[in-house]
């Protein structure tokens, strides 16, 4: 395999894992208001990812490293391109870490208030935004013959982008939903489950709608292949959350998702940024990556670090990986 195709597969990879584990990160913050009916809820349901949301986030931070790194012109023109979809993101992001740092710092139900705001836009807004920037990248952009982006933010607004966005905001929800059914316990637990049992059959069905408009656009074989799993993993995400089976439906809310991404990117390979007014501005996995000396230092760090920080990650899983409840959390 050549180290270019090597490097693709392993930015899908991170994408992929920031996608599930963050996933349920924004489905917690975006439901809220939804599953928390007093502040010690709130606090359950914040506490359910209160170890582990900055460590997703390290999923991201890698992946942009290593866009950068591997593909300079890729991570070039798509940072440009997208300056102020990445900047939204770049901000919600911000004001939700601090929200939930600075969430317990006061008592008084107005400033917990603003705070749980916080959460929930700093929560929505990426959901959003993250599948409007993938599935433009996937459709294309205009690019010209030197890869600049030559368009504007109303390019970016398609119909096809716009259900890209309800489709990652659809499928993390849903995760959330299915999440907070398998950490906790009591009245929570079982509303998150009956929230989870309403939403994965409207989810499949836009996931479905989205997936079937992008094997429209640009597809192959094994992109076809990857969708149709997709499909599946949410059918079966449906049956477990009707018996209840939590550890299944999230297998599946994970899995759907992780292969929704795939799919993405499957049907992308060899390009990385298509363009859509200029063929000689399209961006490859050839064209815009580094020099080979670059990736095979980089594949060789890759390869020593990695498996240190997936085991290091999962540990903290299994640290954490105890439900709870409103009992764990003191009225004060």
Request: hydrophobic residues 55%; proline residues 5%.
């Amino acid at each position: 395999m050549e180290l270019t195709t090597l490097w693709f597969l392993l930015v899908a990879v991170l994408f992929t894992g920031y996608f599930i584990l963050e996933g349920f990160d924004f489905g917690v913050g975006i439901l809220l208001p939804v599953l928390g009916r007093d502040d010690r809820e709130r606090r359950v349901l914040i506490n359910t990812i209160g170890p582990v949301w900055d460590g997703n986030e390290v999923w991201l931070i890698t992946a942009a490293g290593a866009l950068f790194a591997a593909f300079p012109g890729w991570y070039a023109t798509l940072f440009s391109g997208f300056y102020l979809p990445m900047l939204l993101i770049l901000l919600a992001l911000i004001f939700r870490g601090v929200a939930f740092e600075y969430r317990h710092k006061r008592p008084d139900a107005a400033w917990k208030n603003r705070w749980d705001t916080a959460i929930i836009v700093g929560s929505l807004i990426p959901a959003i935004i993250w599948g409007i920037v993938f599935a433009n990248i996937l459709r294309g952009v205009p690019l010209n013959s030197h890869h600049d982006h030559t368009g504007g933010l109303g390019d970016l607004l398609t119909p096809y982008a716009l259900l890209g966005g309800l489709t990652t905001a659809a499928l993390f929800t849903t995760h959330g939903a299915v999440f907070l059914a398998l950490k906790t316990t009591g009245d929570v637990r079982v509303r998150a489950g009956r929230l989870a049992a309403r939403l994965t059959p409207a989810t499949a069905a836009i996931t479905a709608a989205f997936l079937a408009t992008t094997l429209g656009i640009r597809h192959t074989p094994a992109a076809i292949a990857v969708a149709v799993v997709a499909a599946l993993a949410l059918v079966a995400a449906i049956a477990a959350t009707r018996v209840r089976r939590e550890g299944w439906a999230f297998a599946g809310t994970a899995a759907a998702i992780g292969l929704t991404v795939a799919t993405l990117f499957t049907a992308l390979y060899p390009n990385v940024l298509p363009s859509t007014t200029d063929p000689a501005g399209t961006l490859t996995v050839a064209n815009a990556a580094s020099a080979p000396y670059t990736l095979k230092i980089m594949s060789w760090i890759a390869l020593f670090f990695t498996p240190v920080v997936l085991a290091y990650q999962g540990w903290t899983y299994w640290v954490f990986r105890r439900r709870i409840g409103v009992a764990h959390i003191p009225p004060h």
